[in-house]
């Protein structure tokens, strides 16, 4: 079983709808929470962590913890073109480590 | 947050040969990891480089492959060994400012083609 599970598209949507993606993971110990952004041929780059059940809102932005279901997804809202990337779910496991899944790609159609 | 270095950006290697991969971070870091992705696919951890110690590696990975050094806090190498087509990949380097909370930071990685 994948420690961190993603459903990897592609995820199409209209600009200024709102994306979602969704992740689940097996560890029921995890206690942090990440997302990433990975633009082709760029590096992951860090836009939202989540601790706590509940949500966490960061501009367009929102991550949303269920640590029963031990799920986590998060929400685009008015979606860009520029919004076009692959969006990687990562979970801390441990005292270490970070795994991460394999990604969502998500298109914002203009 | 952190910013991470790293050098090359990319390389054409042929097959047999090793190349060490440099990364340096702007600001003293509690850990730092690399992670290698290959084509279409997402990171997989290599291992922990610990600092002045033998790195930590993960199951599939091994020391004599894929050799790490870290003398200081800010500063880690990474050598892929005698190199086959299959290496080629995205090599990255990755570091953690905060323990507590658990943040990766990613440099730009290093993309190496092996013919």
């Known amino acids: 079983q994948k420690e961190v599970e993603q459903n990897s598209g592609p995820l199409s949507v209209p600009e200024g709808a709102i994306a979602s993606l969704n992740c689940t993971y097996s560890?029921?110990?995890?206690?942090?929470f990440f997302w990433y952004r990975q633009y082709s041929g760029k590096s992951p780059e860090l836009i939202m962590s989540?601790?706590?059940?509940g949500d966490k809102e960061d501009g367009r932005f929102t991550a949303q913890l269920n640590k029963a279901s031990q799920y986590v997804s998060l929400l685009i809202r008015d979606s860009q073109p520029s919004d076009s990337a692959t969006y990687l779910c990562a979970v801390k496991t441990g005292a270490n480590n970070l795994f991460f899944g394999t990604g969502t790609r998500l298109t914002v159609i203009p | 947050s952190a910013v991470i270095s790293q050098k090359p950006s990319r390389d054409i290697c042929q097959r047999g040969t090793s190349l060490t991969i440099q990364c340096q971070v702007d600001?003293?870091?509690?850990?730092m990891f690399w992670y290698r992705q290959q084509p279409g696919q997402s990171l997989t951890l290599i291992a922990t480089?610990?600092?002045?110690?033998?790195?930590?590696?993960e199951s599939g990975f091994v020391i004599d492959k894929f050799p790490i050094s870290r003398p200081n806090l800010t500063f880690s190498t990474l050598t892929v060994s005698n190199m086959s087509p299959e290496d080629s990949s995205i090599y990255l380097c990755s570091a953690r400012t905060s323990a507590g909370t658990g943040e990766l930071f990613f440099g730009e990685g290093s993309r190496l083609t092996v013919l």
């Open positions: 600001s003293q870091v509690t850990m």
């Open positions: 480089a610990n600092q002045g110690s033998e790195a930590t590696y």
């Open positions: 560890d029921r110990g995890s206690q942090s």
């Open positions: 989540i601790y706590s059940n």
